[in-house]
Protein backbone atom coordinates (compact mmCIF):
# COMPACT_ATOMS: atom_id res chain seq x y z
CA UNK A 1 0.00 0.00 0.00
CA UNK A 2 0.92 3.81 -0.62
CA UNK A 3 2.88 5.60 2.23
CA UNK A 4 2.43 9.40 2.71
CA UNK A 5 5.23 10.95 3.88
CA UNK A 6 4.10 14.40 4.58
CA UNK A 7 1.56 16.46 5.25
CA UNK A 8 -1.74 16.49 2.39
CA UNK A 9 -1.78 19.55 0.58
CA UNK A 10 -1.08 20.37 -3.01
CA UNK A 11 2.11 18.83 -3.32
CA UNK A 12 2.59 15.50 -1.17
CA UNK A 13 5.26 13.31 -1.07
CA UNK A 14 3.72 9.71 -1.22
CA UNK A 15 6.47 6.97 -0.96
CA UNK A 16 9.65 9.22 -1.49
CA UNK A 17 7.80 11.25 -4.24
CA UNK A 18 6.05 14.04 -4.73
CA UNK A 19 2.94 14.82 -6.43
CA UNK A 20 0.72 17.05 -7.57
CA UNK A 21 -1.97 16.30 -5.34
CA UNK A 22 -5.59 15.55 -6.28
CA UNK A 23 -6.75 12.82 -3.75
CA UNK A 24 -8.39 12.63 0.02
CA UNK A 25 -10.10 15.66 1.59
CA UNK A 26 -7.76 17.71 2.86
CA UNK A 27 -10.24 20.27 1.18
CA UNK A 28 -9.20 23.58 2.87
CA UNK A 29 -5.77 22.74 3.59
CA UNK A 30 -5.63 23.00 7.37
CA UNK A 31 -4.46 19.79 8.15
CA UNK A 32 -0.84 21.54 7.20
CA UNK A 33 -1.69 24.92 8.60
CA UNK A 34 1.68 25.70 11.05
CA UNK A 35 -0.90 26.85 13.60
CA UNK A 36 -2.63 24.22 13.54
CA UNK A 37 0.49 21.68 14.01
CA UNK A 38 1.94 24.00 16.79
CA UNK A 39 -1.18 23.72 18.69
CA UNK A 40 -0.85 19.90 18.64
CA UNK A 41 2.81 20.11 19.65
CA UNK A 42 2.43 22.12 22.29
CA UNK A 43 -0.91 20.58 23.78
CA UNK A 44 1.18 16.84 23.52
CA UNK A 45 3.74 18.57 25.77
CA UNK A 46 0.97 20.14 28.52
CA UNK A 47 -1.42 17.58 28.53
CA UNK A 48 0.80 14.31 26.99
CA UNK A 49 -1.36 11.99 24.27
CA UNK A 50 -4.29 11.12 25.72
CA UNK A 51 -6.48 11.69 29.17
CA UNK A 52 -6.85 7.02 29.33
CA UNK A 53 -9.63 7.23 30.41
CA UNK A 54 -13.65 8.20 29.17
CA UNK A 55 -14.77 11.41 29.10
CA UNK A 56 -17.55 10.51 32.53
CA UNK A 57 -14.32 9.66 33.96
CA UNK A 58 -12.46 12.35 34.01
CA UNK A 59 -11.51 12.63 30.53
CA UNK A 60 -12.71 16.11 29.75
CA UNK A 61 -9.52 18.31 28.84
CA UNK A 62 -9.47 22.12 27.76
CA UNK A 63 -8.52 21.49 24.30
CA UNK A 64 -11.54 18.66 23.92
CA UNK A 65 -14.02 21.11 25.78
CA UNK A 66 -12.86 23.85 22.87
CA UNK A 67 -13.70 22.15 20.22
CA UNK A 68 -17.02 21.51 21.72
CA UNK A 69 -17.41 25.44 22.42
CA UNK A 70 -15.52 26.27 18.75
CA UNK A 71 -17.91 23.53 16.33
CA UNK A 72 -20.85 25.26 17.87
CA UNK A 73 -20.06 28.77 17.06
CA UNK A 74 -18.57 27.64 13.62
CA UNK A 75 -22.10 25.41 12.87
CA UNK A 76 -24.79 27.92 14.39
CA UNK A 77 -25.54 25.68 17.44
CA UNK A 78 -26.03 26.01 21.14
CA UNK A 79 -23.58 22.53 22.14
CA UNK A 80 -21.86 20.44 20.28
CA UNK A 81 -20.37 16.88 21.20
CA UNK A 82 -16.77 15.70 20.57
CA UNK A 83 -16.21 12.24 19.94
CA UNK A 84 -13.33 10.05 18.41
CA UNK A 85 -14.56 9.20 14.99
CA UNK A 86 -16.77 10.64 12.54
CA UNK A 87 -17.52 7.26 12.02
CA UNK A 88 -19.60 6.92 15.09
CA UNK A 89 -21.84 9.58 14.64
CA UNK A 90 -24.64 7.65 12.70
CA UNK A 91 -24.49 5.19 15.40
CA UNK A 92 -24.80 7.87 18.23
CA UNK A 93 -27.61 8.88 16.81
CA UNK A 94 -29.54 5.94 16.38
CA UNK A 95 -28.65 4.68 19.42
CA UNK A 96 -30.09 7.73 21.29
CA UNK A 97 -33.37 7.43 19.30
CA UNK A 98 -33.83 3.72 20.36
CA UNK A 99 -37.52 2.45 20.86
CA UNK A 100 -38.45 5.71 19.23
CA UNK A 101 -39.10 4.36 15.48
CA UNK A 102 -40.42 1.41 13.69
CA UNK A 103 -38.13 0.91 10.26
CA UNK A 104 -35.15 3.07 8.90
CA UNK A 105 -34.75 3.75 5.33
CA UNK A 106 -31.67 4.92 3.92
CA UNK A 107 -30.31 5.96 0.64
CA UNK A 108 -28.84 3.03 -1.06
CA UNK A 109 -25.39 4.48 -1.67
CA UNK A 110 -24.85 5.86 1.39
CA UNK A 111 -21.02 5.58 2.98
CA UNK A 112 -20.41 2.25 4.72
CA UNK A 113 -21.00 4.17 8.19
CA UNK A 114 -24.64 5.35 7.71
CA UNK A 115 -25.50 1.39 6.31
CA UNK A 116 -23.55 -0.19 9.70
CA UNK A 117 -25.71 2.41 11.84
CA UNK A 118 -29.39 1.55 10.11
CA UNK A 119 -28.77 -2.61 10.09
CA UNK A 120 -27.52 -1.78 13.62
CA UNK A 121 -30.66 0.12 14.87
CA UNK A 122 -32.53 -3.53 14.81
CA UNK A 123 -35.12 -1.92 12.61
CA UNK A 124 -36.95 -3.26 9.80
CA UNK A 125 -34.77 -2.12 6.67
CA UNK A 126 -35.59 -0.59 3.97
CA UNK A 127 -33.00 1.01 1.40
CA UNK A 128 -34.41 3.59 -1.46
CA UNK A 129 -32.99 4.92 -5.06
CA UNK A 130 -30.27 7.02 -4.19
CA UNK A 131 -31.09 10.83 -4.37
CA UNK A 132 -34.82 10.15 -4.90
CA UNK A 133 -37.16 11.67 -2.83
CA UNK A 134 -39.95 10.08 -4.86
CA UNK A 135 -38.40 6.17 -4.45
CA UNK A 136 -38.17 7.27 -0.97
CA UNK A 137 -41.90 8.40 -0.93
CA UNK A 138 -43.07 4.87 -2.34
CA UNK A 139 -40.74 2.94 -0.03
CA UNK A 140 -42.60 4.95 2.77
CA UNK A 141 -45.84 4.20 1.63
CA UNK A 142 -45.33 0.33 0.95
CA UNK A 143 -43.35 -0.65 4.49
CA UNK A 144 -45.15 2.00 7.08
CA UNK A 145 -48.38 1.12 8.46
CA UNK A 146 -50.60 4.04 10.16
CA UNK A 147 -49.00 5.92 12.73
CA UNK A 148 -45.59 4.50 12.40
CA UNK A 149 -42.84 6.95 12.88
CA UNK A 150 -39.63 6.33 10.29
CA UNK A 151 -35.96 6.88 10.50
CA UNK A 152 -34.57 8.12 7.20
CA UNK A 153 -30.90 8.04 6.73
CA UNK A 154 -28.31 9.34 3.71
CA UNK A 155 -24.86 11.21 3.20
CA UNK A 156 -24.99 14.77 2.74
CA UNK A 157 -22.69 14.70 0.20
CA UNK A 158 -21.64 11.64 -1.14
CA UNK A 159 -17.95 10.68 -0.70
CA UNK A 160 -16.88 9.20 -3.91
CA UNK A 161 -19.34 10.63 -6.22
CA UNK A 162 -19.82 14.42 -4.61
CA UNK A 163 -23.54 13.92 -5.08
CA UNK A 164 -25.45 16.17 -2.84
CA UNK A 165 -28.95 14.78 -1.26
CA UNK A 166 -31.74 16.11 -1.75
CA UNK A 167 -32.19 17.17 1.78
CA UNK A 168 -35.01 19.98 1.49
CA UNK A 169 -37.05 17.05 -0.65
CA UNK A 170 -36.68 14.52 1.70
CA UNK A 171 -38.04 17.17 4.39
CA UNK A 172 -41.17 17.31 2.22
CA UNK A 173 -41.70 13.89 1.41
CA UNK A 174 -41.55 13.21 5.55
CA UNK A 175 -44.19 16.34 6.66
CA UNK A 176 -46.66 13.81 6.57
CA UNK A 177 -45.05 11.04 8.92
CA UNK A 178 -45.65 12.54 12.24
CA UNK A 179 -42.73 11.80 14.42
CA UNK A 180 -40.61 11.10 11.70
CA UNK A 181 -36.51 11.92 11.36
CA UNK A 182 -33.85 12.56 9.32
CA UNK A 183 -30.27 11.97 10.05
CA UNK A 184 -27.00 13.32 7.40
CA UNK A 185 -23.91 12.30 7.60
CA UNK A 186 -22.60 15.35 6.57
CA UNK A 187 -18.73 14.61 6.90
CA UNK A 188 -18.02 15.45 3.71
CA UNK A 189 -20.66 18.89 3.52
CA UNK A 190 -19.73 20.44 6.75
CA UNK A 191 -16.30 23.38 6.12
CA UNK A 192 -17.54 23.65 2.58
CA UNK A 193 -20.62 23.96 1.51
CA UNK A 194 -23.45 27.04 2.64
CA UNK A 195 -22.93 30.63 3.28
CA UNK A 196 -21.28 30.19 6.37
CA UNK A 197 -19.80 26.96 5.71
CA UNK A 198 -22.42 24.90 7.87
CA UNK A 199 -22.46 22.22 5.36
CA UNK A 200 -25.48 20.86 3.21
CA UNK A 201 -28.56 21.63 5.33
CA UNK A 202 -27.30 25.39 4.96
CA UNK A 203 -26.87 24.64 1.31
CA UNK A 204 -30.41 23.02 0.65
CA UNK A 205 -31.49 26.45 2.66
CA UNK A 206 -32.89 24.42 6.17
CA UNK A 207 -33.24 26.25 8.33
CA UNK A 208 -31.38 26.83 11.31
CA UNK A 209 -31.25 25.15 13.99
CA UNK A 210 -30.61 21.37 13.41
CA UNK A 211 -30.50 18.55 16.41
CA UNK A 212 -33.27 19.84 18.58
CA UNK A 213 -34.07 16.35 19.61
CA UNK A 214 -35.71 13.18 19.23
CA UNK A 215 -38.98 13.51 20.50
CA UNK A 216 -42.02 14.80 19.13
CA UNK A 217 -42.87 17.38 21.56
CA UNK A 218 -38.83 18.96 20.87
CA UNK A 219 -39.80 20.26 16.94
CA UNK A 220 -42.60 21.83 15.32
CA UNK A 221 -43.34 19.74 12.44
CA UNK A 222 -41.90 16.35 10.91
CA UNK A 223 -39.09 15.74 10.39
CA UNK A 224 -36.51 16.05 13.30
CA UNK A 225 -32.99 17.19 11.33
CA UNK A 226 -30.50 15.43 12.27
CA UNK A 227 -27.03 16.14 11.23
CA UNK A 228 -23.54 14.89 11.87
CA UNK A 229 -19.75 15.21 10.85
CA UNK A 230 -16.00 14.87 11.33
CA UNK A 231 -12.97 17.06 12.17
CA UNK A 232 -10.77 15.23 9.84
CA UNK A 233 -11.73 16.72 6.59
CA UNK A 234 -12.67 20.21 5.33
CA UNK A 235 -12.09 20.94 9.37
CA UNK A 236 -8.59 19.55 9.11
CA UNK A 237 -8.63 18.47 12.41
CA UNK A 238 -9.48 15.00 14.09
CA UNK A 239 -12.52 13.04 15.58
CA UNK A 240 -16.48 13.25 15.05
CA UNK A 241 -18.97 16.21 16.06
CA UNK A 242 -22.39 16.69 16.23
CA UNK A 243 -24.00 19.95 16.91
CA UNK A 244 -27.56 20.78 18.63
CA UNK A 245 -29.26 22.27 21.39
CA UNK A 246 -28.08 21.86 25.24
CA UNK A 247 -30.62 19.51 26.24
CA UNK A 248 -30.46 16.90 22.87
CA UNK A 249 -26.33 16.96 23.05
CA UNK A 250 -27.06 16.13 27.30
CA UNK A 251 -28.97 13.26 25.90
CA UNK A 252 -26.49 12.07 23.54
CA UNK A 253 -23.99 11.88 26.55
CA UNK A 254 -26.23 9.19 27.67
CA UNK A 255 -25.33 7.11 24.77
CA UNK A 256 -22.97 3.97 25.60
CA UNK A 257 -21.13 5.17 22.41
CA UNK A 258 -20.30 8.50 24.34
CA UNK A 259 -20.06 7.23 28.35
CA UNK A 260 -17.84 4.44 27.43
CA UNK A 261 -15.71 5.63 24.43
CA UNK A 262 -12.05 6.84 25.17
CA UNK A 263 -12.01 10.79 24.98
CA UNK A 264 -9.96 11.71 21.60
CA UNK A 265 -6.62 12.23 21.69
CA UNK A 266 -5.46 15.45 23.35
CA UNK A 267 -3.04 16.52 20.41
CA UNK A 268 -5.59 16.05 18.09
CA UNK A 269 -8.20 18.26 19.78
CA UNK A 270 -6.05 21.13 20.50
CA UNK A 271 -5.44 20.89 16.55
CA UNK A 272 -8.89 20.73 15.69
CA UNK A 273 -10.23 23.74 18.22
CA UNK A 274 -7.48 25.85 16.02
CA UNK A 275 -8.81 24.93 12.48
CA UNK A 276 -11.73 25.88 13.41
CA UNK A 277 -10.91 29.30 15.11
CA UNK A 278 -8.77 29.67 12.01
CA UNK A 279 -11.82 28.95 9.27
CA UNK A 280 -13.78 31.20 11.56
CA UNK A 281 -11.22 33.77 11.24
CA UNK A 282 -10.67 33.67 7.71
CA UNK A 283 -13.84 32.74 5.75
CA UNK A 284 -11.81 33.67 2.69
CA UNK A 285 -10.53 30.03 2.56
CA UNK A 286 -13.75 28.50 1.97
CA UNK A 287 -14.27 31.31 -1.19
CA UNK A 288 -10.39 29.96 -2.72
CA UNK A 289 -11.78 26.47 -2.56
CA UNK A 290 -15.24 27.84 -4.05
CA UNK A 291 -12.81 29.56 -6.79
CA UNK A 292 -10.61 26.55 -7.31
CA UNK A 293 -13.85 24.22 -7.34
CA UNK A 294 -15.53 26.20 -10.39
CA UNK A 295 -12.16 26.36 -12.05
CA UNK A 296 -11.66 23.08 -12.01
CA UNK A 297 -15.20 21.77 -12.93
CA UNK A 298 -15.57 24.44 -15.93
CA UNK A 299 -11.86 23.39 -17.14
CA UNK A 300 -12.99 19.74 -17.32
CA UNK A 301 -16.20 20.37 -19.09
CA UNK A 302 -14.39 21.87 -21.75
CA UNK A 303 -12.39 18.63 -22.18
CA UNK A 304 -15.66 17.40 -23.49
CA UNK A 305 -16.02 15.63 -19.80
CA UNK A 306 -19.58 15.07 -18.18
CA UNK A 307 -19.36 17.19 -15.04
CA UNK A 308 -21.75 19.19 -13.29
CA UNK A 309 -22.12 22.82 -12.07
CA UNK A 310 -21.46 21.75 -8.18
CA UNK A 311 -19.92 23.55 -5.12
CA UNK A 312 -18.38 20.22 -3.73
CA UNK A 313 -14.93 19.64 -4.22
CA UNK A 314 -15.01 16.03 -5.32
CA UNK A 315 -15.21 15.17 -8.80
CA UNK A 316 -16.16 11.86 -9.79
CA UNK A 317 -14.67 10.95 -13.20
CA UNK A 318 -16.18 7.71 -15.14
CA UNK A 319 -13.71 7.95 -18.50
CA UNK A 320 -14.71 4.55 -20.07
CA UNK A 321 -13.35 1.17 -18.68
CA UNK A 322 -11.46 0.33 -15.19
CA UNK A 323 -8.82 -0.63 -17.63
CA UNK A 324 -8.63 2.89 -19.56
CA UNK A 325 -9.42 4.81 -15.61
CA UNK A 326 -5.93 2.50 -14.27
CA UNK A 327 -3.86 3.94 -17.42
CA UNK A 328 -5.06 7.16 -17.15
CA UNK A 329 -4.10 7.04 -13.42
CA UNK A 330 -0.68 5.75 -13.89
CA UNK A 331 0.20 7.93 -16.74
CA UNK A 332 -0.82 10.66 -14.85
CA UNK A 333 1.40 9.61 -12.11
CA UNK A 334 4.47 8.83 -14.38
CA UNK A 335 3.58 12.96 -14.66
CA UNK A 336 4.11 13.83 -11.31
CA UNK A 337 0.21 14.50 -10.93
CA UNK A 338 -1.58 11.85 -8.55
CA UNK A 339 -5.08 11.45 -9.17
CA UNK A 340 -6.43 8.11 -7.31
CA UNK A 341 -8.79 5.24 -9.03
CA UNK A 342 -10.84 3.83 -6.70
CA UNK A 343 -11.78 0.52 -8.03
CA UNK A 344 -14.42 -0.19 -5.28
CA UNK A 345 -15.90 2.18 -2.97
CA UNK A 346 -19.14 2.94 -1.26
CA UNK A 347 -21.47 4.27 -3.94
CA UNK A 348 -19.28 2.83 -7.35
CA UNK A 349 -20.41 0.72 -9.67
CA UNK A 350 -18.25 -2.19 -10.81
CA UNK A 351 -15.94 0.05 -12.85
CA UNK A 352 -15.20 2.48 -9.98
CA UNK A 353 -14.26 5.55 -11.08
CA UNK A 354 -11.09 8.27 -10.65
CA UNK A 355 -12.03 10.76 -7.92
CA UNK A 356 -10.29 13.88 -8.26
CA UNK A 357 -10.47 16.30 -4.82
CA UNK A 358 -9.71 20.09 -5.46
CA UNK A 359 -8.23 22.25 -2.44
CA UNK A 360 -8.52 25.51 -1.44
CA UNK A 361 -4.53 25.85 -1.55
CA UNK A 362 -4.14 24.43 -5.43
CA UNK A 363 -2.93 27.24 -7.30
CA UNK A 364 -4.69 28.12 -10.83
CA UNK A 365 -1.10 27.14 -12.29
CA UNK A 366 -1.64 23.88 -10.74
CA UNK A 367 -5.01 23.25 -12.18
CA UNK A 368 -4.38 24.10 -15.43
CA UNK A 369 -1.20 21.48 -15.26
CA UNK A 370 -3.80 18.88 -14.18
CA UNK A 371 -6.24 20.09 -17.59
CA UNK A 372 -3.44 19.84 -19.75
CA UNK A 373 -2.36 16.63 -18.79
CA UNK A 374 -5.77 15.07 -18.80
CA UNK A 375 -6.25 16.90 -22.02
CA UNK A 376 -3.62 14.64 -23.77
CA UNK A 377 -4.55 11.55 -22.01
CA UNK A 378 -8.16 11.33 -23.03
Known sequence: MPVMQSPPGPRTVIDGREYLYFGGTAYLGLQRHPEVIRAACEAAERYGIGSATSRTGYGDTPPTLDVERQAACFLGAEAALYFASGYQG????????????????????????????????????????????????????????????????????????????????????????????????????????????????????????????????????????????????????????????????AQLKQTHYYAGASAPPVPAAAATGRALEILQADPAIRLRLHENVRAARAGLRRLGLTVDDSPVPIVCLRIGSADRMRRIHEELLDRGILVPYMAAYSGLGPEGALRLAVFADHSGEMIEQLLDALARLL
Open 90 to 249: GHILVSAGRGLFDAVFVDELSHYCVLEAARLSGLPFFPFQHADPEDLRAALGANLKPGQRPLVMSDGVFSALGHIAPVAEYCRVLRHYAGAALVIDDAHGIGVLGEHGRGTTEHSGMPDPINLGLSADEFSEPPALLVYGTCSKALGGFGGIIPGSQRFI
